[in-house]
């Protein structure tokens, strides 16, 4: 278990860092997603064929379908998302996409008979009141728009996503991020044929390197970290501490780009941080008691 949280929040550290790696690349929104998630899967394909790993579960069409629904709803929330990045910022698209994991947090008793605890519960509260600190005046000022309504959409896809990688319990590590993450590029590559009417892609030297780094480590390397652990945590777990992403994004964005935090934004990344713990640390100290 402390592997898995260990891959977890590396993966959703990594995950932070998209929009600062992004920021370089001098392409469209979907035009970003649909290398990411190319470069990713090819990727991953090489390191699997290397290491001379097998598929083993063509068979198993059950949780082989739980797959492809969880990549085809990651492909759809990253579209979704950097569509909302460019219509309403990042700020507020951040927002309305963590409203996410307040869905599975929902759901999760429902579809994996997980209990809610006290603990999980102001922990929950204490996140939700950090993002609104940190984003709930970019909120106010906007009303609903296009944008928004694909950073709600990025959100429902996102617990999609969650919800059926983890139903599919009998694919697991690399082979299970390989199919995701393949499945997703199609769901990108059908969006952009249909967008762009064509696959022209046309790079800036200045863009490769940012494109390449976003491909193999952010997506590659953070999708097997992300996958390989989501599995072996309790969804709520998943859904609280997955607020670590925005909170680092938060950080990234300080520290490299020098945007300047107001107070009430450091109080709701406080925030942000102690309720994505508060849960899990809690409940292992009544556990020990």
Same mark, same amino acid.
Not at 20 to 30: F, K
Not at 32 to 47: D, E, H, Q, Y
Not at 59 to 84: C, D, P, Q, T
Not at 244 to 249: F, I, M, T, V
């Given at each position: ?41 090819? !990727? ?19 949780? /082989?379908?739980?797959?492809? #629904? ?9 579209? /979704?998302? !950097? ?22 947090? =929902? ?10 605890? #006290? ?14 600190? =940190? ?28 919800? /059926? ?6 694919? $697991? ?21 249909? =967008?762009?009417?064509?696959? $022209? ?14 491909? #193999? ?49 450091? =109080? ?22």
């Amino acid at each position: 278990m402390r592997q898995a949280y260990l891959k977890y929040i590396s993966a959703l550290l990594l995950f932070g860092s998209n929009g600062i790696v992004a920021s370089y690349i001098l392409l469209n929104s979907y035009e970003i997603v649909f290398t990411r998630t190319l470069i990713g899967s090819l !990727f991953l394909i090489a390191v699997f064929v290397l290491s001379k790993g097998k598929f083993n579960s063509w068979g198993n069409k059950e949780h /082989f379908r739980y797959i492809v #629904i969880s990549g085809i709803a990651m492909g759809a929330s990253w579209i /979704f998302l !950097f569509e909302a990045f460019k219509q309403i910022g990042v700020s507020i698209a951040t927002l309305a996409y963590y409203c996410g994991p307040v869905i599975v947090i =929902v759901l999760s008793p429902l579809v994996f008979n997980e209990r809610i605890t #006290i603990q999980k519960i102001l922990g929950l509260f204490a996140v939700l009141l950090g993002m609104l600190f =940190v984003n709930g005046s970019a909120l106010m000022q906007s009303g609903f728009s296009w944008g928004l309504f694909c950073g709600v959409m990025s959100a429902f896809m996102y617990a999609i996503m969650v919800i /059926f990688n983890k139903k599919a319990t009998r694919i $697991t590590g690399l082979e299970n991020t390989i199919y995701q993450l393949s499945v997703s590029f199609f769901t990108v590559m059908i969006f952009t044929l249909i =967008v762009k009417q064509g696959m $022209t892609i046309t790079f800036s030297p200045q863009s490769i390197l940012p494109i390449l780094f976003l491909g #193999i480590v952010n997506t590659g390397i953070g999708c097997y970290l992300y996958f390989s652990s989501i599995q072996k945590l309790p969804a709520q777990s998943v859904a609280i501490c997955g607020y670590l992403e925005p909170l680092s994004a938060l950080v990234f964005s300080a520290l490299l780009l020098q945007e300047r935090l107001t107070l009430i934004q450091i =109080v709701g990344a406080v925030l942000i941080l102690g309720g994505s713990t508060l849960g899990e640390f809690t409940h292992k100290l009544i556990t020990r008691r």
